[in-house]
């Protein structure tokens, strides 16, 4: 059987897009550090587009497995919880002074221990191949595109950096309430 095909692979084509997407996150890391924003954030949407099709490639072969299952979440803890946190710590924090960057060191570990949480708990609960009509909070994916909103405001000035601060902790708080969102 060809291993693209094949839900035993760890090789199949869903996880080849799943690996994608983490190879952009690492990508969009790089070039966080590189103070390159604009090509960070691209990256990252680049893996989020990849992270939508490993998905719907998975369910429409059948190839979803307990591997591909964590590794899905592995990718969006990289892309879609430590990317955007590291790109608004890099460039908003960075900017604050005194007691307001404490604050941001601790909203930053607050939304990355949020999305962890999150993240685990999916996969607790998850059976591979089954996908609900709602999630329960807001999904990762979900709270990286608030985030980005979030920064956008701040590079376009249309939000303090105190702003973006208790936006992070909302959007983190977000992802482990009881909020329900529709799943595409």
Known sequence: MNPLFSPSSHFNLANLFTMVNITCGLVATYLITQNNFFYAIVFAWVGGIFDIFDGKIARKYSLSNEFGIQLDSFADFLSFVLVPVFLIFQAVYTNLQGVWFDIGVVASVYYVISGLRRLIQFNIDAEAGEVGKFFVGVPTPLG??????????????????????GSMFLIGWLLNSKVRVPHP
């Open 144 to 165: 990286a595109i608030l985030l980005w909103l979030v920064y956008l405001g701040y590079a376009y000035n249309l939000i303090p950096g105190v702003v973006v601060v």
